[in-house]
């Protein structure tokens, strides 16, 4: 089973954004060992010493400026991943970003849009992709 891990920066204030966190966790197990390293909101250049020393595998930045993706291409990306690798780890950056020694230590970025989201919604809706990233792969109709 291909492990994925999300490393973000901040946690979840509201129990909304926990629940819905939450749900999709407990249904991307059908797909993915999955795990989640949440960092301490300390600003780029510590929080970039701290995210540099958790990736591990083909490591993938969300960023606004990164290649946007449909929910196929990115289910496409992980399937082609997954026959290269053992991990993938997946960076949402703090409110001002990443520093530069983390942009250049990752393999790839990709976008969901280039619509500024607030740092729990993207981390849901990343969630949410990569559960329906595992549905189209494994041909369950969650996906339509």
């Known amino acids: 089973m291909l492990k994925i891990k999300l490393i973000c920066v901040g946690g979840f204030k509201e129990k909304y954004w926990r629940d819905a966190k939450d749900e999709y966790e407990k249904r991307l197990s059908k797909f993915f060992d999955f795990s989640t390293i949440i960092l301490k909101e300390e600003g780029k250049d510590k929080e970039g010493k701290n995210i540099l020393s958790k990736i591990s595998g083909k490591v993938i930045l969300l960023d606004i400026n990164g290649k946007e993706l449909s929910s196929e291409k990115f289910a496409e990306k992980i399937e082609k991943q997954a026959q290269t690798t053992s991990q993938i780890t997946?960076?949402?950056?703090?409110?001002?970003?990443v520093s530069d020694s983390v942009k250049n230590a990752i393999d790839d970025k990709i976008s969901f849009g280039k619509i500024t989201l607030p740092h729990q919604l993207a981390r849901v809706v990343f969630l949410e992709q990569l559960y329906r990233a595992g549905t189209i792969n494994a041909g369950i109709k969650y996906h339509k």
């Open 90 to 97: 997946f960076v949402i950056g703090g409110s001002d970003g």
